[in-house]
């Protein structure tokens, strides 16, 4: 399965990358991915898919882009 994983902030220098396009070994859930790529599960984090936000358990799909990002807040 393929699929493009972009990280903002902090989460850069955790998973070593900004933007990357992976082939993943089989079907995997978002939280999974965020394993895949080391970001620490303890760490709070948005993940979203195709620009909607999605839960840790919800299956990906092929060609999807995700993003993580850690938890923010402003005004």
């Known amino acids: 399965m393929k699929l493009t994983v972009k990280l903002i902030g902090p989460l850069i220098y955790e998973g070593g990358f900004s933007e990357k ?3 993943l070994p089989g079907p995997m859930t978002a939280g999974e ?3 895949y790529v080391k ?3 303890k760490r ?3 993940i979203t898919r195709n620009g909607k ?3 840790a358990g919800d299956q990906l799909k092929d060609g999807d882009r995700v993003v993580i990002s850690h938890i923010y807040s402003g005004g």
């Open 21 to 23: 396009a992976l082939t």
């Open 33 to 35: 991915l965020s394993a």
């Open 39 to 41: 970001i620490d599960k």
């Open 44 to 46: 709070p984090t948005i």
């Open 53 to 55: 936000a999605v839960a």
